[in-house]
């Protein structure tokens, strides 16, 4: 005889879908099949279910073409101004490095790093995606929370390019704080200098800051002393700090 | 690809974020992309598709653990284009040899199968999940598509314990199986009509 499927038999193709029969439940399930109505809803609640995972499959798919898309367009527009930015980063990273060179002859290497260790505290960080008022659990925290700022720089990488200006600027200084402690100080400084142009004038003390670290790390003093300098005609909290550390430089 | 970044890649889906996987996604597209083209004359549309499909096949591993860590990416990923590409390949011949093949109970119900899922169903699922409430529907998605167990979605949405979740999961599955029927019965109304 077939019967409707009452509120136990939807449970029971529930729990065969997700693999959770018990032996007797599966000896039941095995009897359910004979009828007709309660095969057929177990074909219509397996569709249903595959359907919520396919669905948002689709939506990721649907994302990722047009990232795709985007990346066409892009290679497409920006060839010839891709190639001029590249060759303005090469002739920055070419400057860094010959002051670095100059400076590691110069400078005593060891002192430079003792100063840096001294007063190298993290970029305290609380939590970096905002939503309204609510903060989010974010992966890059959690990575730079723990210590892990190889995972923390590569996931801040790639919410840069989506971020708000102020958000990018606030995951920069973040992210330049990886680079410090990942012993990258060259791309630090590269982000911090861009901080710098903030119109928030915290960001901008903190990114002054960090650079002037990041330009002692790499024995750059004399401009970090300028840095430092610049900082101290600021209001800024980090006037006291930058003082005490001319003198160590001094 | 680093054990942490893997990790970190895994809760990020956990929790519905896919920054990580957009950036590996971007990351690996040309190449994976290209290689194709070149190695099997595979068109650029079809090379995309193929891409996109094997990114969500390495997201689908990682959420349900059964990846758990990748030596060289690129190359995973690449492998698993070529592997799909050549499986299309096969299935496209074998729609000639239908006639010896056989019809399989489970084969129906696999899992791998429902890339087949009717047009129709899809979009009813979708209005029937538009009818649902914000917390059923992040509840449903959470264990079908992020494959969260019963202990995690107690956590993420503050649940008593993992039978809470259980009881809550299966009452929003029900509401939506309820629903695609009613919009599958109005929809095949109208049509009749």
Redesign the interface.
Known sequence: MQMQPDNEDLQLIEKFIDGELSIDERKLFQERMNDEAFAKQLHFQRAVTDSVRIVQEQELKKKFKQRLEQQRMTNETGTGESSRRNYYWAAAVLVIALASTIFIVVQQPDSSEKLYLAYYQPYPVTGITRDGSEEKQDPAVTAYGSGDYRSAAFILEAKIAEATTRNAEELKLILGNCYLQLGEQNKAALLFKQVMQSDDPVLKADASWYFALAQIRMSDVANAKVTLQDLMATKSAYRSKAAQLLDDLD | M?Q??F??LA??LK?G????L??I??AH??YCIKRLGYRHNCSREDA?DLY?DA??NF?DKVVAGKLTGVIDLKSYLYGTCEHMFLTRLNQQKRVFHAAYEQYHFEQE?S?DN??E??VD??T???E??STLNEKCRDL??SY??SRLSMEEIAEKFNMASPGVAKVSK?RC??R??AS??NIQQVTNANATR
Do not use: P
Request: charged share 20%; proline share 0%.
């Open positions: 680093e942490n970044t990790s970190a809760r990020s929790v974020d896919n920054t990580i957009t950036s996604f971007e597209s040309s995309e996109i990114i969500l997201r119900y899992a429902n890339e899922m009717s169903m899809l009813w699922v979708r029937g999940l449903l998605t079908y598509f299966s599955l029900q939506l199986v695609v029927k």
